[in-house]
């Protein structure tokens, strides 16, 4: 007996969701995953604090971003939620006055768990390198470790690997130093 195909996940199928999960639209299938751990939202949460000041607001650094906690992404028939993500203002001045955005941001942070590393580092990295998306950070609070990819040529390079508690300068961000330490912090 041969399977018959599957359909493809539509928007209310993701809008079917409960809130108490996350759902994302990978490839036309529909992926859900409860809420992150505490470990995780709070990596999360102190990479936001630690880079909107600086970056976001011009507080103390450069500025010239937009950075956004689990913004939805709409880029092709994917729908995805990163942890962070990032635009430079001269791609996107101001904030859309939209539930979710279609422009692939400039950088994108994914906080690994053991439940979502394999779709973060395979499915979400492959659909981020289509869509031209400069920067990723894949941030591992039980390793405590952060990694810096660029995309080259439509290919991803490591440009940085950080591990432990130091205070690390990370592209595209190196303009200040970041204290990983304070991402473990419990």
Same mark, same amino acid.
């Given at each position: 007996?041969?399977?018959?195909? +599957?359909?493809?996940?539509?928007?209310?199928?993701?809008?079917? #969701?409960?809130?108490?999960?996350? /759902?994302?639209?990978?490839?036309?299938?529909?992926?859900?995953?409860?809420?992150?751990?505490? =470990?995780?939202?709070? /990596?999360?949460?102190?990479?936001?604090? @630690?880079? $909107?000041?600086? %970056?976001? +607001? $011009?507080?103390?650094?450069?500025?010239?971003?937009?950075?956004?906690?689990?913004?939805?992404?709409? #880029?092709?028939?994917?729908?995805?939620?990163?942890?962070?993500?990032?635009? +430079?203002? @001269?791609?996107?001045?101001?904030?859309?006055?939209? /539930?979710? #955005?279609? &422009?692939?941001?400039?950088?994108?942070? @994914? #906080?690994?768990?053991?439940?979502?590393?394999?779709?973060?580092?395979?499915?979400?990295?492959?659909?981020?390198?289509?869509?031209?998306?400069?920067?990723?950070? &894949?941030?591992?609070?039980? /390793?405590?470790? &952060?990694?810096? %990819?660029?995309?080259?040529?439509? *290919?991803?390079?490591?440009?940085? *690997? %950080?591990?432990?508690?130091?205070?690390? =300068?990370?592209?595209? %961000?190196?303009?200040?130093?970041?204290? &990983?330490?304070?991402?473990? @912090?419990?």
């Amino acid at each position: 007996m041969t399977q018959g195909a +599957r359909r493809r996940a539509s928007y209310e199928d993701l809008l079917a #969701v409960p809130e108490t999960m996350i /759902a994302q639209i990978i490839g036309g299938e529909l992926v859900t995953e409860p809420r992150p751990g505490l =470990r995780h939202a709070r /990596a999360a949460s102190r990479i936001s604090n @630690e880079l $909107g000041g600086p %970056f976001d +607001r $011009g507080k103390g650094g450069p500025g010239g971003w937009l950075i956004l906690y689990e913004p939805e992404l709409h #880029v092709h028939d994917d729908v995805l939620v990163p942890d962070l993500a990032g635009w +430079r203002r @001269e791609r996107m001045p101001e904030l859309p006055e939209t /539930a979710a #955005v279609d &422009l692939p941001p400039d950088w994108v942070c @994914e #906080v690994l768990s053991p439940s979502t590393q394999g779709i973060d580092r395979v499915e979400k990295m492959a659909i981020y390198s289509r869509e031209g998306v400069p920067w990723v950070w &894949l941030v591992d609070p039980s /390793a405590r470790t &952060l990694e810096v %990819f660029r995309l080259q040529d439509g *290919s991803w390079t490591v440009r940085a *690997s %950080f591990r432990g508690d130091g205070a690390v =300068r990370a592209e595209p %961000f190196d303009a200040i130093e970041l204290e &990983l330490a304070a991402l473990w @912090e419990r």
